[in-house]
């Protein structure tokens, strides 16, 4: 007989399941009604902890997502890590319905697509497939999520008109990597030859074709949370020296610009509990364009935090200091992105060893 673990997700450390239930139940209480998991999540225990907590929890009382073919397990070889076959991403869906405990899933996101060997596998078999479940009624939404946002618009682009509901943009709206006009020239972005292009950049063509768009993680996937950046994130030497010294200049002036974060929940629809904000979450949470920000909780103080940050506006104080932050860390930058240094590696150390992913 399966038995839960007493802990949930392992990407910013551990925490006991009567956590994991408290927060989720006091989001709920609070206004959230968007909750957000995926199978990578701690190896099933994200969605495996989750149904559990939500047990109770009548099903209309909440929108649910999570997501398919990216699943990451350290125990299985790395052709599997990445696995976009149709049959696979099918029984991924039944395997989430089981271990959230619910009948159908709200929103199911292609993880991580920018991994795919070719897009050509999305469009003739991943894609079709799962529309076969939304006509099942087994997933109402469609989505697809990526750090990359040409890919995006590229896929969207190809597929067939309104089979992609949602776009997750991951970690490219948030303090660090937030479309700074002011360092543009009239050329369509671009400074010393470097296109630095971003979500702001895409979200007419989004509109246009009706797509959705969640951003991902206000706090950069820790990249700004202070002393605990996980030692995993990608991004590039200069972009975390930057990161870290604009948290800590902002920590000096007693604001805390990011926290540390978990893969649990997210949603910009909530209560005011508390005025402890986060400045990054705060500038996301007002932005007139960004109508839903993920945003990841690992505690009840963090979920305090961010109810207040949705609630809040920016003060002019805080203002000011964001445009400090953008002129001191940011510009100066050659680039505040780490576009492809997750897919390069790992497509060097596939054909290394001759290994191919999963087709059909």
């Known amino acids: 007989m399966h038995e839960y673990r007493p802990y949930v997700g392992t990407h910013y450390g551990e925490k006991p ?8 139940h006091k989001a709920l209480k609070s206004g959230v009604n968007y909750i957000d998991t995926a199978p990578w999540y701690g190896s099933n225990r994200s969605e495996e902890l989750l149904g559990r907590a939500l047990k109770s929890v009548p099903r209309k009382a909440y929108f649910l997502s999570t997501k398919a073919c990216n699943y990451g397990y350290l125990r299985d070889p790395l052709p599997e890590n990445y696995n976009y076959n149709a049959a696979r991403a099918v029984q991924s869906v039944e395997e989430s319905l089981q271990r959230l405990g619910v009948g159908h899933i709200d929103l199911l996101y292609i993880h991580d697509f920018s991994f795919v060997y070719s897009l050509d596998q999305l469009l003739e078999h991943t894609i079709p497939a799962l529309m076969k479940l939304k006509e099942e009624g087994k997933i109402r939404y469609l989505g697809i999520s990526s750090y990359g946002l040409k890919v995006a618009k590229k896929l969207i682009e190809l597929a067939p008109k309104g089979s992609i ?52 993680s206000p706090a950069g996937s820790g990249l700004i949370a202070r002393n605990n950046t996980p030692p995993w994130h990608p991004a590039p030497p200069l972009l975390k020296e930057a990161a870290h010294a604009a948290v800590e200049f902002c920590h000096e002036k007693g604001v805390n610009l990011g926290w540390r974060t978990s893969c649990i929940i997210k949603t910009n629809l909530y209560k005011q509990v508390h005025d402890i904000a986060s400045l990054s979450a705060k500038w996301c949470y007002n932005h007139p364009r960004i109508s839903t920000t993920l945003c990841s909780i690992t505690s009840r103080e963090i979920l305090e935090a961010s109810l207040s940050a949705a609630t809040n506006r920016l003060t002019a104080e805080e203002e000011a200091l964001l445009a400090q932050v953008e002129r001191r860390f940011v510009r100066p930058l050659p680039v505040w992105n780490w576009l492809n240094l997750t897919e390069t590696p790992y497509w060097v150390e596939m054909r290394k060893n001759g290994w191919e992913q999963h087709k059909g």
Request: charged share 25%; net charge negative; hydrophobic share 40%.
């Open 165 to 216: 509901d949602v776009f997750m943009s991951n970690n490219r709206c948030y303090v660090m990597d937030k479309g700074i006009n002011a360092v543009r020239s009239s050329s369509r972005g671009c400074l010393s030859g470097v296109c630095k292009l971003d979500l702001f950049d895409y979200l007419d063509f989004f509109d246009g074709r009706g797509v959705g768009v969640v951003n991902a």
């Open 17 to 24: 399941y009567e956590e994991v239930e408290a927060i989720v």
